[in-house]
């Protein structure tokens, strides 16, 4: 089909339609390719592939129809989204030399309806906010400025990604001492615990002990129970300790069950 049609015909055809932001395949069909690079018709596919709005108005171009003038409107708004996220309004205006800034959402809002950018319009701060845009066809001499930035990109990558298994390994080796700590600090506290507990235990002993010691009941003649106190200690002349018999101390009190 394409060899039916003559490259004036496919060229018009594709820098007027509304959906066709690249044309790197156009440039391949074998009778374009033919064309003479001095020619107006590739001067005028050039100006597509590469070119801005503000270049149409050199003299080795045709004169461009309204589709055509519209559609490199919108080439040149994709290039501006190449090197920048937030463009002025007023700085899309003066470079597509346009006053109404209706017509400039338009030409905006139909490059997201087709995929051509993805981002949104601020109106409130008279901004285009982009987060991606098709790139643009690129001349062979592009090529080595291309490999420059890819190289460039690829370094910041693989810093990036060096940063990142860097704060993984301090994460990895943080999360190891914090269960070490964790499971020390929980031993320590179980080894406080039984010393507590082993005191506790103790003090219930003496303290039942001391009971024993310090009460010990008798009666009296009638009968009646006497509370006594703990029996004290006393001295022998050898220097033994020895009780000092309550009995001594209540003559006439006889102790209980007996």
């Not at 490259?7 to 055809?13: D, M, S, T, V």
């Not at 003066?94 to 997201?112: C, N, P, Q, V």
């Not at 010393?195 to 010990?216: H, R, T, Y």
């Not at 009638?222 to 006594?228: A, F």
């Amino acid at each position: 089909m394409a060899s039916s049609v003559s490259p004036k015909e496919l060229i018009y055809k594709a820098t007027e339609s509304p959906d066709t932001f690249v044309f790197g395949d156009l440039r391949d069909i074998k009778c374009v390719k033919s064309l003479d690079p001095n020619s107006e018709l590739s001067s005028l596919l050039n100006l597509f592939c590469f070119g801005t709005y503000g270049d149409h108005k050199n003299p080795s171009f045709p004169s461009l129809s309204a589709a055509q003038l519209r559609k490199l409107r919108q080439l040149t708004i994709i290039s501006a989204c190449e090197y920048r996220h937030h463009i002025p309004y007023d700085v899309l205006l003066k470079s597509l030399d346009l006053t109404s800034l209706r017509e400039l959402e338009d030409l905006i809002i139909d490059l997201i309806y087709a995929d051509a950018i993805v981002g949104k319009l601020d109106q409130q701060k008279r901004m285009l906010v982009v987060e991606s845009a098709i790139a643009r066809d690129f001349k062979q001499d592009d090529l080595p400025n291309l490999k420059t930035d890819l190289d460039s990109w690829s370094d910041r990558v693989n810093s990036s990604l060096e940063k990142l298994a860097s704060n993984v390994t301090k994460a990895t080796s943080l999360r190891a001492e914090w269960a070490e700590n964790r499971i020390r600090i929980s031993d320590n506290q179980n080894n406080i615990n039984s010393k507590l507990q082993q005191e506790d235990n103790k003090m219930d002993v003496d303290s039942n002990m001391d009971v024993d010691d310090q009460l010990e009941i008798y009666l009296d003649d009638n009968g009646e129970p006497l509370l006594l106190p703990r029996p004290s200690i006393s001295t022998s002349a050898s220097g033994e300790k020895g009780r000092r018999n309550p009995l001594r101390v209540l003559q006439k009190g006889r102790k209980s069950g007996k």
